[in-house]
């Protein structure tokens, strides 16, 4: 791939706040006349967001986790194939909602696959694709779960529906990531308040943009 814009991704466990600050980093960066594309994993494009479904569909509960490992990294390939290159290879800053720390995260350390295992099928998938800069919106599992359920008006899913237990191993794979890849993942103390959050995050973006 001929790069020439830049692909940001932003991660965290459940109710971190990416979504709330990822819109807001996309208004000001457009205010500014760049071209940026704003996207989220599982989904993106309509195949993927029909995998999404899938995996996420509170039904599903006979799903098995090296399956459901298997519908990431497939909902990845096609995203990145149809809508994240094209748009990195034209020159548009990519901001994406999760892409494969979350599988490492989630599939690899909280359900128990191991994250050697995550990565190698991912590296299939993306061809070693990886992303300039991550955030890592770093939160408790009690103070994110609250805000969904408190504040948010999105549906409760598979995994939200996961013990205690689970969602402190999402957050501590995080920061073993983090603290493995410190060139790339940055963190942010996501139990600040929105504004604090906000600013700090767009400085990082700003720092890979210059
Ligand atoms: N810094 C913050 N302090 C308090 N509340 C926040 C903060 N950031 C976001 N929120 C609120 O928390 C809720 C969850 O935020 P948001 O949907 O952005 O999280 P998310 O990380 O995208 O969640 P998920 O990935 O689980 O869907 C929203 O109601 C949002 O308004
Ligand atoms: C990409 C990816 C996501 N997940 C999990 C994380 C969340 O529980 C859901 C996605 O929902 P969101 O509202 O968009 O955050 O899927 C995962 O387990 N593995 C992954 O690779």
């Given at each position: 791939?001929?790069?020439?814009?830049?692909?940001i991704?932003?991660?965290?466990?459940?109710?971190a706040g990416?979504?709330?600050?990822?819109n807001?980093?996309?208004?000001?960066?457009?205010?500014?006349g760049?071209?940026?594309?704003?996207?989220r994993?599982?989904?993106?494009?309509a195949i993927?967001?029909?995998?999404?479904?899938?995996?996420?569909?509170?039904?599903n509960?006979?799903?098995?986790?090296?399956?459901?490992?298997?519908?990431?990294?497939?909902a990845?390939?096609?995203?990145?194939?149809?809508?994240?290159?094209?748009?990195?290879?034209?020159?548009?800053v990519?901001?994406?909602?999760?892409?494969?720390?979350?599988?490492?995260?989630?599939?690899g350390?909280?359900r128990?696959?191991?994250?050697?295992?995550?990565?190698?099928?991912?590296d299939?998938?993306?061809?070693?694709?990886?992303?300039?800069?991550?955030?890592?919106?770093?939160v408790?599992?009690?103070v994110?779960l609250?805000?969904?359920?408190r504040?948010?008006?999105?549906?409760?899913?598979?995994?939200?529906?996961?013990?205690?237990?689970?969602?402190?191993k999402?957050?501590e794979?995080?920061?073993?990531?983090?603290?493995?890849?410190?060139?790339r993942i940055?963190?942010v103390?996501?139990?600040?308040?929105?504004?604090t959050?906000?600013q700090?995050a767009?400085?990082?973006?700003e720092k890979?943009l210059?």
């Amino acid at each position: 791939m001929k790069v020439k814009g830049k692909f940001i991704t932003v991660e965290g466990p459940e109710g971190a706040g990416k979504t709330t600050i990822l819109n807001r980093i996309v208004q000001e960066l457009k205010n500014r006349g760049m071209d940026v594309v704003q996207t989220r994993e599982p989904g993106g494009i309509a195949i993927a967001e029909q995998i999404r479904s899938v995996i996420l569909n509170k039904e599903n509960t006979a799903m098995d986790a090296r399956t459901e490992a298997l519908l990431y990294a497939a909902a990845r390939r096609q995203h990145l194939i149809e809508k994240v290159i094209p748009a990195v290879e034209r020159g548009a800053v990519v901001l994406c909602d999760r892409f494969i720390d979350s599988s490492l995260a989630y599939q690899g350390h909280a359900r128990g696959l191991g994250m050697d295992e995550v990565a190698s099928i991912n590296d299939f998938a993306t061809n070693g694709m990886m992303p300039e800069l991550t955030l890592l919106f770093d939160v408790s599992p009690e103070v994110g779960l609250a805000r969904i359920y408190r504040h948010n008006g999105r549906e409760v899913n598979r995994l939200d529906l996961e013990g205690l237990s689970f969602h402190e191993k999402v957050r501590e794979g995080y920061l073993l990531l983090a603290k493995r890849e410190k060139g790339r993942i940055e963190v942010v103390n996501a139990e600040k308040n929105e504004e604090t959050v906000f600013q700090e995050a767009l400085e990082k973006i700003e720092k890979v943009l210059r």
